[in-house]
């Protein structure tokens, strides 16, 4: 009995020692262990970097010109996301500031603007923005829209004033004032908002990619790819076991690198507990694994895990409920997204790193991530005992 352990351990120890070496000579499993997490992150992150645009430079067609037009001309330049550059006295001419970049919106006010609100009519007035980058669309519709709650509520309270005289003098300043707080997110960054989230898409993403890839060298021909499809130990699991153990070492480092330092360089929320994180990452990192196996069923060649895999992170992203809230999906999306390690993954982890949750606040989501863990690694055991097994032993004999 005892020689069987030692041997089990001995085997156990060798299949993670040569899973190193086979790693380290595979340039396509680097590249999802090193480059996608050390890499992604920074550039996606420096696309949104500064969060918050201010003095974009928009130009007015005036065509009311009246007290009012000029009013909410004035207004909206005053506000931090928006700089009023002048004047056209036309359509075409304001779209020839926008072509040349001198400009990357236009406000439009017809004629009859204020006549029309004189007499209790809607005033409309048309907005037209350059949307080459969606954060300045964001801030143009913010200004615009304070500018236009601010002159409502002026008139609202001009026309109670004149109705009831004595209103003033019972009721003054702001009826029902607003206090916007950010919870999470102090600086109402999209970034901020976002990236989080697609920091544990990209863990969850590159861990599946990587144990994909090496399932399809297994199966090629290993004078070709480097790779040895026989390093595997007499018992399934004590192979998927070692190599996992092999994979999340390799890992270790990007993980803290995106969970820590990411958002450190980036000024993102960094309200959690690192150690509490990583505790909380750690299923989920085991059920990617599991994921990976279950996986490698489909993959015949290394290359094919960029066609069958890489598309599916815009899916996931919107199944994380990052995008497109859990609680408003159809059922079945509902059910869709709860068998992907990625959406409680990021939903725990949102909550512990923006809003310092403590590891037991988010107890249901660490146990949806233990219990995926368990099923996926159920189907990658079956997996390897009955398909990737046979077909890399087939495979050796014919290249024998």
Not at 12 to 35: A, N, T
Not at 76 to 105: M, Q, T
Not at 185 to 205: A, T
Not at 222 to 231: A, H, S, T, W
Request: aromatic share 12%; glycine share 8%.
């Amino acid at each position: 009995m005892l020689k069987k352990i030692s041997q089990g351990f001995r085997n156990f120890f060798l299949v993670y020692c040569r899973e190193f070496k086979l790693v380290f000579h595979d340039q396509g499993i680097i590249l999802f262990f090193f480059f996608l997490p050390l890499a992604y992150p920074v550039i996606y992150s420096l696309i949104y970097n500064p969060e918050l645009v201010k003095e974009v430079e928009i130009v007015v067609i005036d065509s009311d010109r009246t007290s009012l037009s000029r009013k909410l001309t004035r207004m909206l330049d005053a506000c931090d996301e928006v700089r009023v550059i002048g004047y056209a006295s036309d359509l075409p001419e304001a779209r020839r500031a926008l072509n040349e970049h001198k400009a990357y919106g236009i406000l439009q006010i017809p004629e009859g603007f204020a006549k029309k609100i004189g007499r209790g009519e809607t005033g409309n007035t048309v907005f037209y923005s350059d949307m080459a980058l969606l954060i300045r669309y964001r801030g143009f519709l913010m200004a615009t829209t304070n500018v236009m709650q601010e002159i409502g509520s002026e008139l609202m309270t001009q026309d109670i004033n004149n109705t009831v005289p004595l209103a003033s003098t019972v009721v003054s300043g702001d009826l029902l004032p607003i206090n916007d707080i950010s919870m999470g997110n102090i600086r109402s960054g999209f970034d901020s908002f976002i990236m989080p989230g697609v920091l544990i898409l990209i863990l969850h993403q590159c861990i599946i990619l990587a144990v994909g890839m090496a399932g399809g060298a297994k199966r090629e021909n290993p004078r070709l790819v480097g790779y040895d499809p026989v390093n595997i130990a007499p018992s399934v699991l004590s192979s998927m076991v070692a190599q996992a153990l092999c994979y999340i070492t390799i890992i270790a480092v990007p993980i803290i690198f995106l969970i820590h330092y990411v958002p450190l360089m980036f000024r993102f929320p960094m309200a959690g507990d690192f150690l509490q994180e990583i505790a909380f990452l750690t299923p989920m990192v085991i059920a990617a694994c599991g994921l990976g196996y279950a996986y490698q069923a489909t993959v015949q060649e290394r290359e094919e895990v960029f066609v069958s895999w890489v598309f599916t992170s815009v899916m996931l992203l919107f199944l994380s409920g990052l995008i497109w809230p859990r609680y408003a999906m159809p059922e079945p999306w509902k059910a869709l997204s709860a068998i992907f390690p990625s959406t409680w993954g990021v939903e725990g982890f949102i909550k512990m790193n923006a809003n310092g949750s403590s590891l037991s606040q988010v107890r249901s989501e660490y146990i949806n991530l233990w219990i995926l863990a368990g099923v996926w690694w159920t189907i990658g055991w079956a997996v390897r005992k009955w398909i990737v097994r046979p077909q890399i032993f087939g495979r050796k004999k014919k290249f024998v």
